[in-house]
């Protein structure tokens, strides 16, 4: 009787051994995140562009295969990043990128008339905007660094391209992913009014 008592006490304490560790072993829930273009209206919009006939590609853009990945990249420090398995992107990184510069640059201009590489053969830019990204990571708590080296060209004089080289800063306001994204989609934005004020300047020229 005794043994059997004692067998019953050694079988629930492994059930709630069993227990517990499966309960510690669960896998976190993947959160998913996306960059977001201006909300409202933009700032220093007195400057966009007001020539209603420009047609503007944005892309296609080169990112270094550490960042174009569907996890989030953290950096740790200047030579170590950590990749996140529970906090990813919800699409491709690098069409995302050019989803929100295309639509931040389409709130800058007058006309609806931007579209993201690859565009339709209907489609027939002014200007085209490539992009080779270096650097768009970030630390918590710190700042994300958007590093671009980036081309306006125009489709009508393929000799005539302007190219410039852009680092932004952004402070990350808070130790979490969704400070660090929303720190990503602010640089994003600057840089959007750096390429519109450059499309200004090569439309008075022209």
């Known amino acids: 009787m005794k043994n059997r008592a004692c067998f019953g006490k050694i079988g629930w304490a492994f059930v709630l051994m069993v227990f517990l560790l499966t309960a510690c072993s669960t896998t976190p829930s993947v ?3 996306t ?9 220093d919009i007195s400057q966009t562009v007001s020539d209603t006939t420009l047609a503007i590609g944005v ?3 080169e990112f270094p295969k550490f ?4 996890q989030i990249v953290t950096r740790k420090s200047q030579h170590r990043v950590e990749v996140s398995e529970f906090h990813r992107w919800a699409g491709s ?15 800058l201009l007058p006309a609806n008339r931007v579209a993201e590489y690859p565009w339709t053969d209907q489609f ?6 490539q992009l080779i990204v270096e650097q768009f990571d970030g630390r918590f708590g710190g700042q994300v660094v958007l590093n671009v080296t980036w081309s306006v060209w125009n ?17 990350v ?14 640089a994003l934005g600057t840089l959007s009014r750096a390429i519109v004020y450059e499309i200004k300047k090569v439309g008075h020229r022209d």
């Open 124 to 129: 027939s830019p002014t200007y085209s905007i």
């Open 31 to 33: 959160k998913y995140y």
């Open 173 to 186: 306001s808070a130790g979490d992913y969704d400070a660090l994204v929303a720190a990503q989609s602010r």
């Open 59 to 61: 892309g296609p853009v």
């Open 67 to 70: 960042l174009d990945r569907p």
């Open 155 to 171: 489709q009508k004089d393929t000799n005539q391209a302007i190219f410039k080289h852009t680092r932004i800063k952004e402070p």
């Open 35 to 43: 960059l977001n273009p201006f909300s409202g209206m933009p700032p």
């Open 93 to 107: 990184f690098s069409e995302d990128f050019l989803r929100v510069l295309a639509k931040n640059i389409s709130m």
